[in-house]
DNA sequence: GTTGGTAGTCATGTTTTTTTGACTAATTGA
DNA sequence: TCAATTAGTCAAAAAAACATGACTACCAAC
């Protein structure tokens, strides 16, 4: 056992967490996506030129597993998936909105 | 030409660029720093428990770059270095502050 | 003139992140 | 039954980020 080996949540570093939490290539964009309604897997792929499927669903995983997004089964005609803003992912949005306001 | 080779600015997503520029396992927490007044090289090596010059020198480099830290040499009795925040530095606090109020 | 503090650079190696391409599996429509 | 759309997984390779250790260079004190 070593002297200090937190889960390394943010030692000293509250804001840390969060920007981890949006960091990677794809998590930005999927977020800004979702904040118009929910997205679905293919969908994003056709949206995110440039992407892949495993690296856009390793971030739609990562997004549920930080309870940001929600994933659903949709019981309808095609049978589908959505992911959705979870109530931490809606409250995400002000610290997003305060981030595009920002313009270099 | 490609069609599209943009300087990867963020293309579509305005939050991007200002997540890229304070991702990293150490610019989150020096920016912190600076918070509380100007930094220094060694004293952050100090203050960041698992650094090394390496890592503190780029982040200092890119975040100078980004134009978030300005860089001084301050002509005193041991002749050093400072880092301090600029103008777009102060204004990314409130953003920053928005990210520490936000906790999980 | 040697030690110690300032602030780094450089080459290399390791680790993490991202991409690629093949493959799976269920459902739907013709 | 065949083809397309849905939503992925898996192994491997490539790229990016991060760490290690040696080295540089300036200045001041002893």
New binding site residues.
């Given amino acids: 056992m070593t002297t200090n080996n937190l889960p390394q949540e943010e030692a000293s570093c509250p804001a840390e967490g969060i920007l981890k939490q949006l960091s ?3 998590k930005p964009q999927i977020f800004r996506l979702a904040l118009d309604g929910p997205v ?4 994003l792929l056709r949206q995110l030129p ?6 856009v ?2 971030a ?2 990562e997004m549920e597993e930080a309870d940001i997004l929600v994933k659903t089964v949709v019981q309808e ?5 959505e992911y959705t803003l979870s109530e931490k992912g809606q409250a995400m949005v002000s610290v997003f909105r305060s981030m595009e306001g920002f313009l270099n």
Avoid: D, E, V, Y
Wanted: glycine share 10%; aromatic share 10%.
């Fill in positions: 990677g290539k794809w679905r897997f293919n969908s440039g992407s892949n499927k495993q690296s669903a390793t739609l995983k005609k095609p049978l589908h998936i």
